[in-house]
């Protein structure tokens, strides 16, 4: 298992850019079962989560090409043109299931396209069970007959689905996006309500009607779907990754550096931006992206509380707290969203950050520095997390299991170790 190895304490000078969301490339990505036609995707990030789906998509019948970046531009965005002509299988079997979650992302797009589904159930995962079961009463309210045989979803709906009004009891997101794909193809009119307003979920919607389909409410939670008899392929471009863009701030803040982040979209990161910049960030917009800096004097304790968008986003809650972590003061970092998104407490209580958590909520005491260790990386933004707490650690610091990272993270430490960073990957 690869091992990355970092030595603290330097200021990150230079450019990142930004690459394409992975929480929108993947619903882009199942949407494609929708239309006989081509689909094509560009500016999609090179990851493992991005190559799992497509491999899922390959065993249902997709046909995939891709090239490299159709522009010709720097960045080495990936485009994809996938084409469902005829699916050969509608089964996502257990072993890409347990290794992508995202991967019942297809069940929407299968059951309404060719009126059955078989999806593994997803497991849980390291920061909580994760259950699907609004996604499935959902289904059913369109016409699903759904049965969970052998820890597999088996879902039917020979005749078709037929639009419904749907009240999400909690906002998720991938129920959203599950339900609005079925909708696209179902008889009639759904309205779903409490729905998900994430960024990448307003990304579907603006490639759904680009393929054709009838969406009103893209942005609020309230999402009006007219059902149509087909979808057309269609050429889209997947927003920037927001979370990745804030993970990128949080590590030009923490080492005290300053970076222009190219492809960036401040919009997209209001409630984070808010918080940095009330613990002394500078944050400025330039013509292709965002400037950050932290270059005068203390980081002060803020609070914060993880809510669906446009509240603070659960995954920077691990970020934030390392950058937390060294301000000066307390803090107190509350999670609402999942029952275990905390692993990153006792990694970087190792390396002497100040933590305590009671229930859902964290009190983070700052400390003048970390000291660098060995730590162990468990969920995709939690190994991230350990990543920004080594750059400003004194010292060495090792961090195990970073195949965690390779899920979210685009050559992380090519683009950190282009910034000054004193960074490298060792396969052992
Ligand atoms: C998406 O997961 C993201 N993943 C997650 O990002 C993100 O943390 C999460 O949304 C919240 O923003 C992708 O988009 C691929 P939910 P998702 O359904 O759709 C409960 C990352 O690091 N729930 O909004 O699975 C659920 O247990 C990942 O990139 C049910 O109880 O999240 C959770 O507590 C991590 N029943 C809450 O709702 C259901 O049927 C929010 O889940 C569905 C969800």
New binding site residues.
């Given amino acids: 298992m690869d091992r990355i190895h970092i030595q603290g304490g330097t200021p990150l000078k230079g450019t990142i850019t930004i690459g394409g969301a992975?929480?929108a490339a993947?619903p882009l990505m199942a949407a494609s079962l929708l239309t006989e036609g081509t689909l094509s995707l560009s500016n999609l990030p090179h990851l493992v989560d991005i190559s799992t789906m497509a491999k899922l998509l390959g065993e249902l019948g997709v046909d995939i090409s891709m090239d490299g970046d159709a522009t010709g531009g720097g960045h080495v965005g990936r485009v994809f043109r996938l084409t469902a002509g005829d699916l050969s299988e509608t089964t996502a079997p257990y072993d890409l299931v347990r290794k992508m979650?995202?991967s019942v992302l297809v069940l929407g797009p299968l059951l309404a396209r060719a009126g059955r589904a078989r999806v593994s159930l997803p497991g849980g995962c390291a920061?909580?069970?994760?259950?699907?079961?609004?996604?499935l009463k959902a289904l059913e309210q369109l016409g699903a007959e759904i049965e969970l045989t052998e820890g597999y979803i088996e879902a039917r709906a020979e005749k078709g689905l037929t639009g419904a009004r749907v009240v999400f009891p909690?906002?998720?997101?991938?129920?959203t996006e599950n339900l609005l794909m079925a909708a696209c193809l179902a008889k009639g009119e759904t309205v779903l309500s409490n729905a998900?307003r994430?960024p990448?979920v307003a990304d579907l919607a603006h490639c759904l009607v680009a393929m054709g389909a009838k969406i009103d409410g893209i942005g609020t939670d309230t999402l009006t779907i007219q059902g149509v008899d087909a979808l057309s392929g269609a050429d889209y471009s997947v927003v920037p990754d927001r979370?990745e863009t804030g993970t990128y701030a949080i590590a030009a803040a923490i080492t005290g550096g300053a970076l222009t982040i190219k492809g960036a979209r401040a919009d997209l990161l209001e409630s984070v931006f808010k918080v940095l910049v009330s613990a002394g960030v500078d944050i400025t917009e330039t013509q292709d992206g965002l400037h950050i800096a932290r270059t005068n004097g203390p980081l002060k304790g803020a609070d914060m509380m993880t809510e669906p968008y446009p509240g603070f986003?659960?995954?920077m809650q691990a970020q934030v707290m390392t950058l937390m972590a060294v301000a000066q003061g307390a803090s107190m970092i509350t999670e609402t969203?999942?029952e275990n998104r905390f692993m990153h407490v006792p990694e970087l209580c190792r390396m002497g950050a100040d933590i305590n958590v009671h229930g859902s909520s964290a009190i983070v005491r700052g400390v003048e520095s970390l000291s660098g260790a060995q730590v162990m990386a468990t969920d995709?933004?939690a190994s991230v997390s350990l990543i920004l707490a080594g750059l400003a650690a004194e010292g060495e610091t090792v961090i195990n299991r970073v195949y965690h990272l390779d899920r979210?993270y685009e050559r992380l430490e090519e683009k950190l170790s282009a910034c000054g960073a004193n960074i490298r990957r060792m396969a052992e």
Avoid at 127 to 135: E, F, M, Q, S
Wanted: proline fraction near 6%; charge should be neutral.
């Fill in positions: 992975k929480n993947l979650r995202a920061i909580g069970t994760r259950p699907v079961d609004l996604h909690m906002v998720t997101v991938g129920g998900a994430e990448e979370i986003p659960t995954d969203i999942f995709l933004r979210g």
